[in-house]
């Protein structure tokens, strides 16, 4: 049997703080034994330290297939931010140029993209669209591509997220797959979000897949701005999200921002 891999070369990238760990495994050479090894390699203390780790592999069909790990080592749900990033990593590779096609764990997706300086690059990502949403009082429950719930609130800056995003994703109602807490204001003309992740277990500096979420609730609420673009401000930085309504739904969603490489190295797994 051929000795796995145990010395693993690595890319650092982050979308608006939602950071990556990205590895090329086009050789396939690459597998995980156990959710402790890629917890390794987020932990921040003793590993690389990241949101989440992705491996770039071969598509049959398409340019690149991305699998999604969340920090706590299990396969995650589809990640915006990871999609972006990701595309910026494959155009780092020379894998595609202006505009990609890539498969996920939620299907297919397609992206465009153009370098701003040396490796980093302004991504606009498809996202799949979203046919059901509900209501929950005056929150909403949906999925956009990972489940998620949006809570409005005086002052999304002031929040004490970690404490009341768990109050909700360990509800008896949610706690054994999970789901992410948003939380969203508008002060001082500007849309305002956290969010707490599950997986991640604690607050992430800025989330895609809950940036739609946020995005289409705030156009259910006759809050977002005319012409079906809303900007959004995390702890990270601003993310743009693009949709079309579509009877309840939507559909045509974008979710765009900056995808940003940070560092490469080599990492042993010490197990």
């Known amino acids: 049997m ?6 693993i070369k690595f890319h650092k990238y982050h979308g608006t703080g939602n950071d990556f760990i990205l590895i090329d495994n086009r050789d396939q050479k690459i597998t995980f034994d156990s959710d402790r090894e890629v917890a390794f390699l987020c932990d921040r203390r003793f590993g690389i330290g990241a949101d ?16 999604y790990y969340n920090a706590d080592g299990k396969e995650g749900s589809m990640c915006g931010n990871g999609g972006r990033s990701i595309v910026a990593f494959a ?3 020379g894998l595609i140029a202006g505009k990609t096609t890539f498969e996920a764990v939620d299907g297919i997706h397609e992206a465009t993209f153009h370098k701003t300086t040396d490796n980093n690059y302004y991504v606009a990502l498809m996202m799949n669209d979203v046919a059901r949403i509900e ?3 005056s929150d909403y429950i949906l999925n956009t591509g990972s489940p998620h719930y949006v809570i409005f609130v005086e002052d999304a800056r002031l929040t004490h997220v970690v404490e009341e995003g768990k109050k909700i994703r360990y509800n008896s109602v949610f706690t054994d797959k999970g789901i992410n807490v948003n939380f969203i204001s508008k002060n001082e003309g500007l849309f305002h979000m956290r969010t707490y992740e599950r997986g991640v ?3 992430t500096f800025s989330c895609g897949t809950g940036s739609v979420a946020v ?5 259910l609420e006759g ?10 401000n995390t702890k990270g930085g601003e993310l743009t999200v693009r949709y079309e309504r579509s009877g309840k739904g ?3 969603i974008h979710l765009c921002g900056p995808a940003t490489y940070v560092f490469e190295g080599l990492i042993t797994i010490p197990y």
């Open 91 to 93: 155009a780092n590779l």
């Open 215 to 219: 995005a289409l609730c705030l156009e």
């Open 201 to 203: 277990e604690d607050e």
């Open 223 to 232: 809050l977002a701005p005319a012409g079906n673009e809303v900007k959004l």
């Open 52 to 67: 989440g780790l992705i491996l770039l592999e071969p598509s049959g069909m398409f340019d690149f297939r991305m699998i």
């Open 135 to 137: 209501k929950n009082h």
């Open 2 to 7: 051929e000795k796995k891999v145990r010395k």
């Open 250 to 252: 939507f559909s045509d």
